[in-house]
């Protein structure tokens, strides 16, 4: 399969501090990619570069067309959606008017309409709370608005940021099921950003470990799955 996104000694951090230390990795078209390692390796920073949120060097590709000098709404209208750690919903607007929010590019009313429809299909609960203010939703309910919204783009890419951190786990089970149908019957492909390496590696077709804002391993799901010696230096189980 052909490369989605291709990312080539991407470096990054804050101010003085590096955090990436030329960072390079795929993702296939159509595939689920997981960035794993501890606090700190660098997780959250990948997706905030790759959405030039901050300031980075080095080459990403997307869809055979180099991205990294592009500004973030500039990255969006190219099909990248990011959901980011803590959700960001907007908590004063409706449920509803978050996903209207997330369509903003789009002028296809009708298609925007199917578009709501489809949202509401795959997370039936947003659509009994679609008056509701995001600020009142439960924590799972935030998460899963986060999503739709992204999705509304109708993304290529969408990047997600520790969508299990602090729910409980019958929602993070429902959460997952949603995503792997988003991705084997939208056809969206994601990186994923997680902790839970168990969680994840279920999930995706490819990981990638980092270690201080360095590729430690890469290698199919399966093979780092199986792989003892790996779980127990770097995954903890």
Request: charged content about 25%; proline content about 3%.
């Amino acid at each position: 399969m052909t490369a989605l996104l291709s990312v080539k000694n991407l470096a990054a951090g804050y101010g003085d501090t590096p955090v990436l230390h030329g960072l390079s990795f795929e993702l296939e078209e159509g595939g689920i990619t997981a960035i794993l390692g501890a606090n700190g390796a660098g997780k959250t920073t990948t997706l905030r570069a790759l959405c030039g949120l901050i300031r980075r060097r080095g080459e990403i590709v997307l869809a055979g067309r180099r991205i990294d000098n592009l500004a973030t709404e500039d990255i969006v209208r190219q099909g990248v959606a990011h959901v980011p750690d803590g959700r960001g919903t907007f908590a004063h607007l409706t449920a509803e008017e978050n996903l209207r929010l997330g369509a903003y590019l789009r002028r296809d009313r009708a298609e925007v309409a199917r578009g709501f429809e489809h949202m509401y299909a795959l997370f039936p609960r947003l659509k009994e709370r679609r008056r509701q203010q995001a600020g009142t939703l439960s924590g799972g309910e935030q998460q899963m608005l986060a999503i739709a919204r992204a999705l509304m783009l109708r993304p290529k890419l969408l990047l997600l940021d520790e969508p299990s951190f602090g729910l409980a786990p019958m929602l993070v089970q429902e959460i997952y099921r949603t995503l792997k149908a988003i991705n084997r019957d939208d056809k969206v492909s994601i990186l994923l950003v997680e902790q839970n390496a168990t969680l994840a590696l279920d999930l995706a077709d490819h990981a990638y470990l980092l270690e201080t804002g360095r590729v430690a391993i890469s290698g199919s799901s399966a093979a780092v799955k199986a792989d003892e010696t790996i779980r127990r230096s770097y995954l903890g189980y």
